[in-house]
């Protein structure tokens, strides 16, 4: 059975924390009890819960004291105060500071049912209504859109996928090609309508974090596992429990972090840092990443058991310059989006001209960067049609010829031009699409790793 609820009670009266306890636990909420009082927002943090009762007067610390701290730390909880005051001024107080409501001492338990209950639905409408905002506004824009045959595949077997409600799968594809935005469309797909409003999804960059931190985020840790625990925590395996988790850029997690990684997807438990007993864990895992999987498991940097398990449900999404029938198609589902953003309702599209120039642009940035150029141009230009003139200055300089696979052919300026400030402007470009991976810098120069290296040491850009 689902407990309706979680609800931390706090308070030094191990009589009071006994009733109610025993009575909520009746009614079907989860309860955690302290009565010693010594880090409460610690407590909050490790159990999350929906709603937390908190006594006013305390040995330790005031609770007023205490619900700053609670308010501070930015958890997604409601605090409900307990009082003896009759005349409630303390209370009021601590309603002005961000708790919801209060109880006077003696309390009737029907009349903690009925507050409780109360506060737990008006969140839940908060957080539908959030959910739904979102949904109208980011999530459409982040919707999988295209009609290139790949893409329609992809879809199509997502959605048997999706049905039959599989634990691992692998999205592969250059930066920018909308992995991420694939994954969250998968997690729509299994969790219907509760993937927009309830179901948690929580992505997670391998790159962003170290290593250190990022095996605490991913697993939790108990109370004491390390000096800085001071109290237990949950990963995001846990958070993610009855949803999804994005790993993405998994190619860059270290081999030490894959072996725990493989055991919670075989075992579907996770063991948080400090040892403990399994937590059980019931969610998608949905890697991404825009590496070679296959030559990083001959390099020994990725593990080949890990690769096997993730790589059994798998899409690959090509990158802009092989589906060009999908940019204009693209780039009008950015400005419907970005105009309705902007209340720029004075656009209506772009020329055909311009859409042919679209076409003929190699976007090495793929889908994120035709999305940031549509967002720029709704921004900065008021007319009613978008023309090739007033598209970037990279696209309308060079024009790639669709019978040579995007050759590129650039014009010389009447009074002529460095070529040595060409070179290091376009390598200066290529690290910059590149967020900085020397690696795919080269690639997109169409050069070697060590001839970038040679380029990037000759101008200085070390």
Known sequence: MTAMGKVLLVDDDALIIATLSRFLKKQGYEVQSDTKCHDVPGLVNSFLPDVVMLDIRLPVKSGIEILQEITASRVDTKVIM????????????????????????????????????????????EREVRSLRLASTDLVESEFVGDAGAIREIRERVEKIAEARVSTMLITGESGTGKEVLARHVHRLLHGDEGALGAPFIPINCTALPESLLESELFGYEKGAFTDAKSDKKGVFELANKGSILLDEIGDMKHSLQNKLLRIVERKAVRRIGGGPEIPVDLTVIATTNKDLSQAIDTG?????????????????????????????????????????????????????????????????????????????????????????????????????????????????????????????????????????KAVAAKLLGITYQSLRYQIKKFGLE
């Open 82 to 125: 307990l009082t003896s005051d009759d005349t409630a001024e303390t209370a009021i107080k601590a309603m002005k500071l961000g708790a919801v409501d209060y109880l006077t001492k003696p309390f009737n338990l029907e009349e903690v049912n009925i507050v409780i209950g109360k506060v737990m639905e008006k969140d839940r409408l």
């Open 301 to 437: 940097e990725f593990r080949m058991d890990l690769f096997y398990r993730l790589n059994a449900f798998s899409f690959h999404i090509p990158p802009l310059r092989e589906r060009k029938e999908d940019i204009p198609l693209l780039a009008g589902h950015f400005l419907s989006c970005f105009c309705r953003r902007y209340n720029k309702g004075s656009v209506k599209g772009f020329t055909p001209e311009a859409e042919e120039r679209m076409k003929s642009y190699r976007w090495p940035g793929n889908v994120r960067e035709l999305k940031n150029v549509v967002e720029r141009l709704v921004v900065l230009e008021n007319s009613e049609w978008i023309g090739q003139e007033q598209l970037p200055k990279e696209m309308t300089q060079a024009a790639a010829s669709p019978e040579d696979g995007g050759s590129v052919r650039f014009l010389l300026p009447e009074s002529g031009i460095s070529l040595d400030d060409v070179e290091r402007d376009f390598i200066v470009q290529a690290l910059e699409r590149g967020f900085h991976n």
